[in-house]
């Protein structure tokens, strides 16, 4: 099959190559997918997992990319819950191969139905965006109708399900990013807006919920933001700076069938509107990973035209 492969940590996305891999073999529990799309996070490449296995062992020549939308074509031993011809999308497993490519192997559990009104290309956009939001806010958050929401980089691909997902529960979103988001971030959800290079972010004074997607300086300012009993939740590692009083967690996503398809769901009936900046194909993926011009929103691979 045909597949993005990394084999040079220190290259990061100039080491990337598009080569010939064997097709994947169903394990226990798994399904294969026949790649539809596929997401690719900007970050992948400085993350441990995407160059070992869980015993730290290199497992290079590797293939990137973790979100994927696509049809079952096999069923691994003891495989339930899915059948072969199924539309499915999901997130698959840091430390395996992943969805840069034209089959994948994947846990079923990780995976949930892909109705057949929502294109491949908007299934393969929604996991790690939307799960990290829905997870945020909900799981590690304990985001409550009437509440405020910091939502950093509301204009980006989490930040943007972030805004949407914590409006439509009733929370009030004071969303972040560079001057040129503004109107984005708003027609997201957020109902006022902070250019970070610009505005003073002690300005927002205290809300219930900074969501930290930037750390460094901006993640430490935020936390003095977080009112007594609120959350700093960061998806960029622990806090440097904890609130007063407040919690403050830092997650990595995990995926989940039910909110998988509670997200899908909210696309369907239009209560959630994704955020694709590009979509490429996989002979053009590895350019498409350097734009040489800023794209706001996710990139997404159509793997079969
Ligand atoms: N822990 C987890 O499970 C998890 C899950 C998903 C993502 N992440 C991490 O979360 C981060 C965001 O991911 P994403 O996919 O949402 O990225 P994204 O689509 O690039 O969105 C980030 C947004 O924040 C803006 N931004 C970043 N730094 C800024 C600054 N200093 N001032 C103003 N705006 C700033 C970006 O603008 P510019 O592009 O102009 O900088 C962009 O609009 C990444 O580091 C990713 O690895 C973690």
Redesign the pocket.
């Known amino acids: 099959m045909r597949a993005i492969v990394v084999t040079d940590q220190a290259a990061g996305n100039a080491g990337m190559r598009q080569a010939g891999r064997p097709q994947p073999q169903a394990a226990i529990n798994d399904v294969v997918v026949q790649v539809h799309a596929s997401g690719f996070?900007?970050?992948?490449l400085?993350?441990p997992s995407t160059w070992t296995d869980r015993l730290d062992r290199d497992r290079t020549p590797s293939i990137p990319g973790h979100e994927l939308a696509g049809v079952v074509t096999a069923l691994g031993y003891g495989t339930t819950g899915l059948s072969v011809g199924q539309r499915v999308f999901g997130l698959a497993d840091w430390y395996r191969d992943g969805t840069l490519a034209e089959y994948v192997a994947i846990e079923a559990r990780n995976l949930a139905p892909l109705p057949g009104d929502v294109e491949f290309t908007v299934g393969a956009s929604l996991p790690?965006?939307g799960l990290?939001a829905w997870?945020g806010l909900f799981v590690h958050g304990r985001l409550q109708a009437g509440q405020s929401v910091l939502a950093?980089?509301?204009?980006?691909?989490?930040?943007?399900m972030v805004a949407q997902l914590a409006r439509e529960v009733g929370a009030y979103v004071i969303g972040?990013?560079?001057a040129?988001?503004r109107q984005k971030a708003l027609e997201f959800g957020a109902k006022e807006f902070v250019?970070?290079?610009n505005d003073a972010l002690e300005d927002v004074g205290g809300v219930d919920l900074v969501f930290d997607?930037?750390?460094?300086d901006?993640g430490k300012r935020s936390a003095r933001l977080v009112r007594s009993g609120g959350t700093l939740v960061?998806?960029?590692?622990p806090a440097e700076a904890r609130p007063a009083k407040g919690l403050a967690v830092?997650?990595?996503?995990e995926s989940d069938r039910a909110q998988l398809s509670e997200i899908v769901q909210r696309v369907r009936d239009g209560r959630l509107r994704t955020?694709i900046?590009n979509i490429t194909t996989l002979d053009d993926a590895i350019a498409a990973f350097k734009p040489t011009k800023?794209i706001?929103?996710?990139t997404i691979i159509r793997v079969r035209p």
């Open positions: 996070v900007g970050t992948e400085s993350w790690i965006s990290t997870q950093h980089g509301a204009a980006g691909a989490v930040g943007s972040t990013g560079r040129a988001d250019d970070l290079d997607l930037i750390g460094g901006i960061s998806i960029v590692g830092d997650f990595v996503v955020n900046g800023r706001s929103g996710k």
